[in-house]
């Protein structure tokens, strides 16, 4: 699940690749950057109120960290949720 995580990353930096840089991760320990602190901090807590949890990481990464039982189908509605969020920004 980590590399499909990973890859749905990966689509969201090309898509963004003006907002979302160094798309990265190791498992399901995965993260991207912002380009800078209030993008991210207004990124996150849009993220927030959809109803997902996401946490900060440094100075502008955003980072994932799914339970262990995460499905594709989670990811991909987790991933909706923050292309959502990118698109209010």
């Given at each position: 699940q980590g590399e499909y995580l990973l890859n749905k990353l990966y689509a969201l930096q090309d898509k963004y690749s003006g907002t979302i840089s160094n798309a990265r991760g190791k498992g399901l320990m995965c993260a991207f950057d912002?380009?800078?602190?209030?993008?991210?901090?207004?990124?996150?807590?849009?993220?927030w109120?959809?109803?997902a949890l996401i946490?900060?990481?440094?100075?502008?990464?955003?980072?994932?960290?799914?339970?262990?039982?995460?499905?594709?189908?989670?990811?991909?509605?987790?991933?909706?949720?923050?292309?959502?969020a990118l698109l209010d920004l």
């Open positions: 912002l380009p800078d602190t209030g993008t991210r901090d207004k990124l996150m807590q849009t993220i109120k959809e109803g946490l900060g990481s440094g100075t502008k990464a955003l980072r994932f960290r799914p339970h262990l039982t995460v499905t594709k189908d989670d990811i991909d509605k987790g991933i909706d949720i923050v292309e959502k």
